[in-house]
Structure formats: C-alpha cells, structure tokens
C-alpha cells in the first residue's frame, strides 16, 4: 500500500494529536478537520476519499480513542451523499461542517444491519418504532433514520424534540451506542426512491472503515504485547525469548499485516469495493479478536489486568465483531448467488 505525501502528512498529524491531547477529538474535528473529510468542498468539506477516511480510523484504533467519527463523520455523511438531495445535502452537510454531529438509526433489536431492512417504518411524514445500537445517539444533532416506506427503504431527517433516546451500555466501553425510540415522530425524507441500493454503499463504506480501525488496533495491541514479552521475566529470562512466544509473536504479526493489506485494499483504485469490504470485514474482526485474546493470556504474569489496556482492546474486538454484521454474514456476501440462494 502506498500514501501519497498528503496521506502520511494526515497520518502523522492524526497520530500527534492523538498522543499529545487526553481528549484528542475536539483537535482533531476543529483543526485537522477530519469530521469534514467526507464532505464535498462546495459544502464547507475537504472533499477527500474512502482511503483518508480509514486512515484516521487507523489512528483512532490505535489508542481507542471515543469520538463520533465512524457514526457521523463516515456512516452518517455517507448517507447524506449517497440520498443526492441537494437542498437538504446543502443544509445538513453545511451544518456537519461547521461542528455538529449526525447519527443514523438503522437497525433492530436482533442487530441485524441488514442494507434491505429497517426496524422503523414511515408512513406520510412521521417515524414510528425502535432503533437499537444507534451511532453516538445520545450526542447527535442531526438524526437521520432509515424507515420503512410505501416505495420501499427511504432516508429521513427526524424532529430530535420528538424522539426518546436511552444510552447502551455496550462492552465495549469507548463505543457510545443508543436505542431510539420513534412514537409517530415528525421527519422529513431525504432524496426518492428506494434508498436499499445506496444503503448497501453507506455500509460497505462503514466496513472499509471499521476495518481499518480494527487494523490499527490490533497493531497497538501486539506493539504492546510483544514490549510486555520482552520486559517479563521468566526462568531468568524474558519469556519472548522463549521459541514457542516467538513463534505465536510471529503468527500474529502475520494476522497484522493481512488484516492492514485487507482494510487497505478496499480503498484502491478501481477496487471492486462491496466484495472488498465484506473480506475486509471478517478479516479484520476475526484478527483483532485473535490478537486481543493473545494479548490478554499474554499479559497473564501481572495477575490483575483490569489497570492495562489489554481488556479494553478485547472489548472493542468483541464489539467491532458484531458491528455492521457479524463475520460469518460477510463471508456469506462472497458466495456465488444461485436461485436457491438468491434474495
């Protein structure tokens, strides 16, 4: 994979930042600008692609770091965009540029985030039913809903005034989710027609992303491991001298580097991106899960782990897994569609 000078400037400055600020998203949003990256440029954006997009979430995986930027910068605005309503692109995208935040309700209590459903349904110019593992939610300013509609999936701005949201409290405890429930709320449609094929878009776009924060992750996770390894001693010796460590060390970094070319991947020039993304997906879910529990049996000599990191990147393994759809339903994506399984 290679980046461009601009790209590994971005990548270097994301990577400061996030090491220098505790909190490192208001830099980040107000003056690298990454909540705008997405962002067509006569909006107020930067009008970058999917490859800059994963290379902040690369970043922001590396230290897990809380902020809104896979539900609004990158699910929500890929919404947006993919609705091609103009004047409501030119009001929403415009305020998303300036600072606010955006959320998309989508799926149902099952957590099935299936490009074909909805769990609410429209009916004339109201909202009705219960989304679940809704993107920073509770911190929206602007939510949009997938629902139901006569025509098929339509996208909607609902009245955040007429909404009852209710925090999660996921495993994963950087990641904020929230159910939302909708009793006959107001909300405006964005664009026409059936949104199911632009929503299959929105979410591999989601997977690219997601993917690469899972790379980034798993990568801090096995530096940690392996610095640990070497500082451990056991016998009179530190334990990663041992031949049986080095051979796991050296599988896992094997599962790094598959999991990066993965994410990576999708990203490239006329890259065939639905197929793409749902390897990605299962590729690099299944390999930070196998790191962090690596990581977690591999820091086993200080006994307690609950003041290290270790189960803080086991619990986003497990959360990221079950995002956007859980592996096994990516691999499914890769099987050749005959009449017996088609639909």
Known sequence: MTLTDEQV?????????VERHPDPWPPLRDQVGVAQLLIPEEYGGLG?????????????????????FLGSAVLATSALLEAGDGEVATRLLSSLAEGSTAALAWTSGD???????????????????????????????????????????????????????????????????????????????????????GL?????????????EQAGSAARALELTVAYSKQREQFGRPIGSF?????RMADLHVLVETARSAAFAVSEP??????????????????????AAEMIQLHGGIAITWEHDAHRFFKRAHG????????????????????????
């Open 200 to 212: 299959h878009r929105v979410r591999d776009v989601a997977c690219a992303v997601l993917a690469a």
């Open 9 to 17: 400037s971005l990548q270097r400055t994301v990577r400061a930042a």
């Open 111 to 197: 957590g099935e985030w299936n490009p074909s459903k909805a769990a609410c349904t429209a009916s004339g110019s109201v909202v009705d039913g219960r989304a679940c593992y809704v993107l920073d939610g509770d911190l929206a300013d602007i939510l949009l809903v997938i629902a139901e509609a006569p025509d098929g999936l339509g996208l909607f701005e609902a009245d955040l005034r007429q909404v009852r949201r209710i925090p999660s409290t996921p495993m994963d405890e950087t990641r904020r989710l929230t159910e939302i429930h909708f009793g006959n709320t107001p909300a405006v449609r964005i664009g026409h027609g059936d949104f199911s094929t």
């Open 320 to 343: 990221t897994a079950q995002l956007f759809g859980q592996p096994h339903h990516h691999l499914s994506r890769l099987l050749p569609r005959t009449p017996a399984t088609a639909g």
């Open 48 to 68: 970058a692609g999917l490859r800059e997009l994963q290379i902040v979430a690369e970043e922001l995986g590396r230290r897990l770091v809380p902020s809104p």
């Open 270 to 291: 006329d890259a065939d991106v639905s197929r793409l993304a749902a390897v990605a997906k299962a590729h690099c879910s299944e390999s930070l899960s196998t790191v």
């Open 243 to 247: 031949q049986a460590l080095k051979h």
